[in-house]
């Protein structure tokens, strides 16, 4: 079941939000760098995670399902942002570079229906990048994130998915290794439990990251044999001319001329 888009704005507006923002946007910049020049979807509610890409890709929209609502995004320029269906995005085929998935596979009723939307719109050889709660980690059992309140994912599960759905995992991470808590003490040491818990504990963050790169499958000859492809092409004979086959004589029926 969807959060409330509201209350997902309300959460990234106040500090711990925006501190959580910093944490896993360092992830997703160190997993892409650059998108210069190219198409970027956010599905679910990606957009704290795809601003910094908005001045240098050639467009960012942000697809919000329609059980989650929508909110102008971004709100200081242009609004870039449309009311979607889970299994059906108002864009036709191979139509974007990378596709970020945040806040809707672990929300959402039917995460292959997504996976498959997000393999139809990716250019072939595109990249999509899942976030989703860690089941091991702290943070799928807090409820002070909206990761608390989703559907947490093993590695091997998320991967079983997306390999369900046609994409190869290209690479994997883990974020959010401070404890879900407002402590400002804790909150304060964010960056520290980050640095900290990726070298001591790397597989109980909070969130795992996942970049899957889209497969194009190519029907291949069995045996190791070239297969071949039996084609009728009809053949034009003039009128009169010779083809070496009976005429066929017409019947007509009586009283007909």
Known sequence: MYIDVADLRTF????IGQLLRELIGEH?????????????LGVGYAGPFMRPYLEQAERCISAMPAQQGAV?????IRSAVTLVEDASLPFSDASF???MVVHALDHCADAAAVLNEAWRVLAPG??????????RGLWSQS???PFGYGRPYSRGQLKHLLRNCHFEVVDDREALFMPPTRAKSVLRAAWTWERVGRRI????????LMEAEKKVFRVAPTNGQKSRLSVFKPVFVPKGAAT???PVRSVRGPGKA
């Open 143 to 145: 409820e002070l994130s």
């Open 28 to 40: 997703v910049r160190l997993m892409w760098p650059s998108l210069t020049g190219q198409a970027l």
């Open 244 to 246: 070496g086959l009976k």
């Open 126 to 135: 595109g990249r999509m990048l899942a976030i989703v709660p860690n089941r």
């Open 201 to 208: 504990w790397p597989a109980f963050g909070g969130l795992l």
């Open 72 to 76: 102008p995004w971004p709100e200081e």
């Open 12 to 15: 990234y507006d106040l500090p």
């Open 97 to 99: 570079d990378r596709v």
